[in-house]
């Protein structure tokens, strides 16, 4: 005997799955079979499920995509299990949920038990840790387990999420589902049908406390979609349809003596005012779609007599009692009000949303300077990088040709030929930003930007990728789990996308979904690297009071995506032990340490005093580069520019197997490729640099061979070939 069949549809993303069978693995439910679906045989995951000896997995291939409801129909043919469970294959489980629900099916022997369904972007992995940190748990906690709570669960109520009656997380008696099969040509509401089909059958539901099922936003929402993150065509029968079945469901329920369930009717309604509010009525008073005022409309109108207004404002009650008089001139006129005054309180309540507004109805209809070059470094926070060696260059050769402006958010930092400079964000910078022709910038501009057709973005990017980027990293581990998305939005602005080397060129295309131009020139930031002269360089350590008489070594390492403090500050922790740095190598050398720009900590070098200098403040690193004998990095792309000096690397690699395998993964093999030790422990950085000149001759082929691979087209002159290659 079967006590469980566990059914999981599969068409994609194998490390969704992966995340959704560990978490399977981790209850205790032996007596148990997963019945996993391989829809389309779009993906290979025989290996996968090699790591899985301890589950009872039955396959069944179909070489055709045979869509959810069909994939699930074909696995309850041939499920053996007193009850099924559904979870989807990009889901998963938090701690031991589904253990929750067979243990109170072992003792109440009920038809039907469900648990909690939670929306998160997150991994597994990810998932826990926020739980953990307490951050937001507005989990049921009412102490009784009736049909009422499990009819809660399952009309979404107080619940993070946004579908209702879908059969997700739930234990349901196999011999009360009978021969109900999922409606196959339903598309987007077919765990309705399913489950309202059955509920006549059921006599106990229970609901399960604290058991979470993580329902997964996908996180590549170009390649990765999930069927509620496709565009609906007209959403709106179907929703209304389901509306009503799901008032039908409590109507049954309703017919035990006391209409206990009546609360949960006025819920529905609730939230279909939310979506009278959201989507019905801006579609009514301005879709191109005739239907939302047609067939959409009475459809609207008769629901709207459900509605119970109160706890609404002003404004919402009479514009519902406009909706339920059906007084459509009346309708539309409050609507179009209600929405202004929305939007206008919306733009004035934050600030940086007013500026945007500005931005987009004033400064962007005034016209363009078509001489006028607009650049960005690093967020504003430096004058630095591509950008500045393609403005240098221009401005000793065009100056007459051209007009300058610079965001920097430092007013005080100096720019030769004194540019107009503009803070971030400023009022003057979107008004700038709007009447440049060009931009240059060395990231990704602001989302909430939008370029004019005749603007010309130049994004000269920031690096020789070693570490994944965009939409090539697997699962997001970092603050930000939309980030994808924006990856694609600001790409698909830019006109020219420059690349150091083809290596970029190939990952820059993939990283970005980029189709435009790319100019493979070398890199204008390290133009420098060859133009500079011995008294450029001595300038440069006058300029930072450095001793002459010691050799300098520069650690820059990069940050990592799960440190951080909130959205906008990164966390560091200094891993390489100054003291006895300073002790083992200190006559011979000062340590110039720079954190990435990303991170918000400062550094107290206090105690190495006349040894470890901060240096993460510095606008240019390309001029540190130039002073510095040897390199101490990690995953930073700085050592591909570094190499250029053709200087000695080191690679303080002390989470290798963290940053490899969890955080992000590299495009190269890092064991075998970069040009120089991989370090563990202070101690093995100390004994490389003592043993510097075995080190460089024991890695001098391979440098060779990154040098050309990676540097070769560099030759000081990247700015020129890419103001050339415009100015044509
Ligand atoms: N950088 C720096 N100081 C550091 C680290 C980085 O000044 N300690 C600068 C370098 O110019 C470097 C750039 O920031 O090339 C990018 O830093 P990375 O550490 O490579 O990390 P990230 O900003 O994530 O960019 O394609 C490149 C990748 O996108 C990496």
């Known amino acids: 005997m079967t006590f469980l069949s566990i059914i999981i549809p599969f068409d994609t993303v194998e490390r969704y799955l992966k995340d959704c069978l560990d978490s399977l693995s981790e209850q205790n439910i032996d007596d148990s079979e997963i019945i996993l679906i391989l829809n389309g045989e779009m993906e290979d995951v025989t290996d996968l499920l090699k790591q899985y000896d301890n589950l009872n997995i039955i396959t069944k291939s179909f070489p055709e995509r045979l869509g959810v409801s069909k994939a699930r129909n074909e696995a309850l043919d041939i499920a053996q299990g007193d009850y099924i469970y559904f979870i989807d294959s990009d889901d998963y489980l938090y701690e031991d949920a589904l253990d929750k629900l067979v243990k109170k099916a072992k003792e109440t022997n009920a038809d039907f038990i469900n648990g909690e369904r939670y929306s998160t972007p997150f991994i597994k992995e990810r998932f826990g840790e926020t739980f953990e940190e307490g951050k937001r748990l507005p989990l049921l906690q009412e102490d009784f387990t009736d049909v009422h709570y499990s009819m809660e669960l399952l009309v979404g109520r107080k619940t993070n999420r946004k579908e209702i009656l879908s059969v997700l997380h739930s234990l349901i008696k196999r011999d009360k589902i009978g021969d109900v099969r999922f409606d196959e040509n339903e598309r987007y509401f077919s765990d309705y049908y399913f489950i309202t089909s059955i509920i006549d059958n059921l006599n106990s539901l229970i609901g399960v406390e604290n058991s979470l099922y993580a329902k997964r936003a996908r996180d590549d929402p170009i390649n990765l979609t999930s069927l509620n993150q496709e565009p609906l065509d007209d959403p709106f029968l179907e929703y209304s349809q389901a509306y009503y079945n799901v008032l039908d469901v409590i109507d049954k329920l309703n017919e035990n003596p006391q209409d206990k369930y009546n609360d949960l009717k006025e819920e529905m309604a609730r939230s279909f005012i939310t979506y009278y509010f959201r989507v019905f009525s801006p579609n009514f008073l301005s879709s191109p779609d005739e239907n939302w005022r047609g067939a959409n409309y009475p459809v609207m109108q008769k629901i709207s007599k459900d509605f119970n207004m109160d706890g609404y404002s002003f404004l919402e009650k009479r514009e519902i009692k406009a909706l339920q008089n059906n007084d459509i001139k009346k309708l539309k006129r409050y609507i179009k009000f209600r929405i202004n005054l929305k939007k206008t309180k919306r733009i004035l309540r934050k600030r940086w949303r007013f500026k945007t507004f500005i931005y987009f109805r004033h400064y962007n209809r005034k016209p363009i300077n078509k001489k006028q070059f607009i650049f960005e ?13 393609i403005y240098e260059y221009l401005y000793e050769n065009f100056s007459d040709e051209f007009d300058f402006v610079w965001v920097i958010n430092d007013k005080s930092v100096k720019i030769p030929g004194n540019p107009k400079k503009v803070k971030r964000f400023s009022l003057e910078y979107y008004k700038e930003l709007a009447r440049s022709k060009y931009w240059v910038v060395n990231g990704r501009q602001a989302s909430r930007l939008h370029k004019r057709d005749s603007q010309v973005i130049i994004s000269t990017w920031h690096g020789t990728p070693i570490k994944k980027l965009g939409l090539d990293i697997g699962n997001v581990y970092t603050r930000d789990p939309n980030i994808k998305k924006s990856y694609i939005k600001v790409a698909k602005e830019w006109d020219y996308l420059i690349s150091p080397n083809h290596y970029t060129t190939e990952i820059l295309k993939s990283a970005f979904g980029y189709e435009g131009k790319i100019l493979e020139t070398g890199y204008p930031r390290n133009d420098i690297l060859y133009n500079a002269t011995e008294s450029d360089v001595k300038k440069i350590k006058e300029d930072l009071n ?6 300098i070594i520069l650690y820059a390492p990069t940050w990592r995506d799960d440190e951080y403090y909130d ?19 200190g006559d011979e050398y000062i340590l110039l340490v720079r954190t990435h720009y990303f991170v918000s900590d400062r550094l107290d070098l206090g105690p190495y005093k006349g040894f470890a200098y901060d240096v993460s403040k510095y606008d240019d690193i390309a001029e540190l580069y130039l002073i510095s004998d040897m390199l101490i990095t990690d995953y930073s792309s700085v050592f591909f520019d570094f190499a250029n000096l053709k200087r000695p690397i080191l690679y303080y690699t002390y989470d290798l197997d963290k940053y490899e395998n969890v955080l992000r993964g590299f495009y190269i093999d890092i064991h075998s490729e970069v040009p120089g030790p991989l370090l563990k422990t202070t101690d093995e950085v100390i004994d490389s640099i003592k043993n510097i000149d075995s080190i460089k001759e024991e890695y001098q082929e391979k440098y060779d061979a990154f040098y050309e691979r990676f540097c070769s087209i560099e030759d000081g002159n990247a700015s020129k070939r890419i103001i050339d290659e415009i100015r044509k």
């Open 377 to 389: 470094s690093f967020l504003g926070k430096f004058y630095s990088d591509s950008p500045k060696y």
């Open 546 to 551: 450095l001793p002459h008489d010691k050799k």
């Open 567 to 585: 959205a906008a500050q990164m966390h560091f922790e200094l891993k390489l032990n100054l003291e006895q740095m300073q002790k083992a190598v």
